[in-house]
């Protein structure tokens, strides 16, 4: 690291972050950055100068250990830690992720709102026109080498960053996998497949294309137009995620294709960051129709894989309700293929989605106990449920009950789903 006063500012070009995703209840930086500090403001960047941590220095920010993050789809997230002290026991986190571009029915006041975060925002402008003004001056070269960068990469060229993310992958990441969590949703996006197979009435994310496997050359071709998008900043990633809404379905030879790629395209064995990760979605048609040998084929991959499976209900009114054309028998038949993955495969966790709402037929949640008693191991550790309300404007109040009895239900860990786009 180095480290540099200029005026009234501190800077440190090349800090040192954690090298792995940790869980903890303070603020720690993971990965290469660099870092400004004004007297107002902490601000920090990814290798390519672009700034991607923001935290306020004034007395009214509204918490020491919350911090405002840049995604490279230019969205921003605030970390909060929560107005109650269950943050945990809901998301499986320390820290609650608000959206600026979504409402979410636990945590509805929008701290985008908020002064402190708002001024925080607007001293971004003249802080920019110092880093403009220092590009020109007689400094140090590694120095002025990063304002010059940094001068650029703001405001118009953001939007530019956005359209050219989205442009390689064909469409935007509309819905991470919520295991994505363990690596704070810093993943390299590789779209296998487009679409998807049901085509659910319920579901916000899906697109109207059916389900269509790319071609290997239009894989590789995306991974390279990642890969120079990136840039220095490579370095910080470690996992992949594998889209779109059912890249278990593209089926063995092209989901092994596009991890092994994955890992040799994006360097991944070079990653600052240890413990490398593969994401993916399946149905429970894909969970179904999958293979043994594809499972242990993923299972000697150099990556940890997590496949998130959306199962929604085991209830058939709810599964009509939710317009979901999948037998309840097929829907068990995927969970319990589920738990002999996980208990088989030891670098393999298959994690499942149900919806949590209320006005759902009445024999949503008793189908849910009943799975909850009667299969999978606390203990164990691996296989993990996400609940998912259904809409975003239910009562936090009834969600809550809801989810605490089968949380304490459930023999197995289950959290809330927290739905983040890139
Ligand atoms: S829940 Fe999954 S399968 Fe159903 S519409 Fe959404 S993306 Fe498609």
Not at 60 to 82: F, N, Q
Request: some cysteine.
């Amino acid at each position: 690291m180095a480290a540099y006063r200029v005026e009234d500012w501190r800077i440190s070009l090349h800090c040192k972050g954690a090298r792995e995703f940790l869980k903890l209840s303070v603020p720690l930086r993971h990965g290469r950055y660099h870092e400004i500090r004004t007297p107002d403001l902490q601000v920090q960047f990814n290798l390519n100068a672009e700034i991607k941590y923001l935290q306020g220095r004034q007395r009214d920010w509204p918490h020491p250990a919350e911090w405002l993050k840049r995604t490279p789809a230019d969205d921003w997230i605030y970390y909060s830690v929560g107005s109650y002290n269950d943050v945990f026991d809901l998301f499986g986190e320390y820290y609650f992720p608000c959206l600026s571009h979504d409402a979410n029915p636990f945590f509805r006041h929008s701290p985008f709102a908020l002064p402190a975060v708002q001024e925080t925002f607007s001293a971004l402008g003249p802080v920019f026109e110092r880093i403009r003004r220092l590009s020109q001056a007689d400094l140090p070269k590694p120095l002025r080498a990063f304002f010059r960068r940094a001068a650029v990469a703001n405001g118009p060229a953001f939007q530019r960053r956005r359209e050219d993310f989205h442009r390689i992958l064909g469409e935007p990441i509309s819905i991470l996998p919520p295991d994505s969590r363990h690596v704070d949703y810093a993943v390299i996006p590789v779209i296998i497949a487009r679409g998807c197979l049901y085509h659910c009435g319920f579901c916000r994310f899906k697109t109207r294309k059916p389900f269509t496997p790319l071609t290997k050359t239009a894989i590789v071709n995306q991974m390279k137009g990642m890969k120079a998008f990136l840039g220095q900043d490579l370095l910080n990633y470690n996992a992949v995620f594998l889209g779109q809404h059912d890249a278990l379905l593209a089926g063995k030879t092209l989901l092994l294709f596009a991890a092994e790629k994955a890992y040799e395209i994006f360097e991944i064995e070079r990653s600052y960051m240890k413990k490398a990760r593969l994401f993916l979605f399946g149905s429970v048609d894909a969970m179904l129709r999958a293979e043994e040998s594809l499972f242990e084929a993923l299972n000697r991959l150099p990556y940890e894989t997590c496949i998130n499976i959306g199962l929604e209900s085991l209830d058939p009114k709810t599964l009509d309700r939710l317009k979901k054309p999948v037998p309840p028998e097929r829907v068990k038949e995927a969970f319990l293929r589920m738990l002999e993955v996980n208990r088989r495969y030891f670098r393999i966790e298959v994690t499942a989605n149900f919806v949590l709402g209320k006005g759902l037929p009445s024999g949503h949640l008793p189908s849910l106990f009943e799975l909850a008693q009667n299969h999978g191991n606390k203990t164990f550790g691996k296989g993990g449920l996400y609940l998912s309300p259904l809409h975003r404007r239910e009562p936090k109040a009834d969600l809550l009950s809801g989810f605490y009895a089968l949380k304490r239900a459930f023999r197995l860990p289950a959290y809330i789903y927290l739905t983040q786009r890139l």
